[in-house]
């Protein structure tokens, strides 16, 4: 028990000597009574913007309870383990997409739980899953200097400190790959390689890092040639061709999801991937490119049985050449492509070879696929936080 004397205007409780686990007991001689101080503790809100509410895509789902189960258990650790001296974690958690609704009312909604969870006074917001919601919520969260951070965005537009100053992330950009790729290359001794990038932000910008990468290591670019500047409507064929007309045999493919399928699948429908060139690309799923090719000699079968049916929209107006001059409307005009043709069967209904791929055969060597290593087992670390994360109550 502190006692505090009558001489009230010269005494003074040290609130530095407060606990936060146990209150300090005081008496007032001057008035005569007794009373406590307990220390308490600061609030910090952080934000939590993910689309619980998705569920036409599995993998988004997969990562969206994943990761909020890793940070429930982050912030249950350093609550319990007052690892914040005087402060503790409360999750402001916002659902990016509440309904299932598409185009500009899916941006609406989730801009709207944006705004709401900045509302709520949050020192910070991790999320979201894909990169363009995250570009959404980082524009705002950067413009009122809130820090940001996502575990799955990965478009390098996102690297921009002028529009997003504040936002941060726990996952590579896939320029992270062309480090990969050089240091492969390099230690094969191949001096000249050839580049096909697709002609979009995404195949421009890996391209170009693939190039500066190359000069570094004293690699010679033979050959810099674009394709799917249409689109899944492209000539991918074409483009192919211009390329091995240099004579290149290391060819590095900077295009990701449906242009790198497409530019695989027509490379090795003509021939291009033998004993004798070197394929190299990044981040593709293996099961995907198996079913791209099945889908390709589908339609080669079809069109040999003469069974195939050519969709209508082929013909519409939708597919019309893409107008040059006006980036944004190119970029609109492919992206409208993309949701109504698939480029795997496009290819294979504008080649005039019915052969389909063998793709145990063509795929047995000369194809290198550079991938993240997303397990770490034997890593001390790593496996203290499966354990810990498997044993997690599947209901908080």
């Known amino acids: 028990m502190v006692t ?16 936060e686990s146990s209150p300090l007991n005081f ?41 909020i189960s890793a940070i429930r258990l982050a912030v249950a650790e350093i609550n319990t383990q007052n690892l914040i001296p005087g402060a503790y974690i409360t999750l402001v958690e916002k659902d990016s997409y509440p309904r299932a609704v598409e185009g500009q009312a899916a941006i609406t909604q989730a801009v709207f739980s944006a705004i709401s969870l900045i509302q709520e006074g949050v020192i910070g917001v991790i999320g979201d899953v894909s990169s363009s919601w995250t570009s959404l919520s980082a524009l705002m969260t950067s413009t009122l200097q809130i820090p940001q951070c996502s575990f799955s965005a990965i478009a390098t537009s996102l690297s921009d400190k002028s529009q997003f100053g504040y936002f941060f992330r726990t ?32 195949g421009q910008q890996l391209s170009e890092n693939i190039v500066m990468k190359a000069r570094a290591n004293g690699i010679h670019i033979k050959s810099y040639q674009a394709f799917y500047d249409e689109g899944p409507k ?69 069109r040999v049985n003469k069974t195939d049916i050519v969709p209508e929209i082929y013909n519409a107006t939708l597919i019309d050449e893409i107008p040059s001059g006006n980036k944004e409307k190119q970029i609109l005009k492919k992206q409208s492509l993309s949701d109504v043709i698939d480029p795997i069967e496009y290819a294979a209904r504008l080649t005039n070879s019915l052969i ?7 795929f047995s060597g000369g194809v290198f696929l550079i991938n993240n290593l997303r397990e770490l087992k034997g890593y001390p670390p790593f496996d203290h936080f499966i354990d810990k994360w498997s044993h997690l109550n599947s209901s908080m």
Not at 42 to 63: A, D, R, S, Y
Not at 175 to 202: H, R
Not at 245 to 266: N, P, Y
Request: aromatic residues 10%; without cysteine.
């Open 356 to 362: 389909p791929i063998d793709y145990y055969n063509v």
């Open 27 to 67: 008496q007032d001689d001057y008035n005569n009574y007794a009373f406590s101080i307990r220390k308490r503790k600061i609030e910090l809100k952080v934000g939590v913007l993910l689309p619980f509410h998705q569920n036409g895509n599995n993998k988004t789902k997969i990562m969206t309870m994943s990761g």
């Open 171 to 202: 996952t590579p950009t896939n320029l992270i790959f062309s480090d990969a790729a050089m240091s492969f290359v390099t230690s094969q001794g191949w001096p000249v390689m050839g580049v096909l990038y697709s002609d979009d932000d995404f």
């Open 234 to 302: 492209s000539d991918i064929k074409t483009s192919i061709d211009a390329l091995a007309s240099t004579g290149v045999r290391i060819v590095f493919i900077a295009a990701e999801k449906s242009a790198q399928l497409a530019a695989l699948t027509v490379a090795a429908h003509h021939g291009y991937i033998n004993n004798n060139t070197v394929w190299i690309t990044i981040d593709t799923d293996v099961s995907e490119l198996y079913k791209s090719i099945e889908k390709f000699n589908n339609i080669i079968e079809h």
């Open 4 to 19: 505090i004397a009558n001489q009230r205007n010269q005494d003074f409780i040290d609130f530095n000597a407060l606990q």
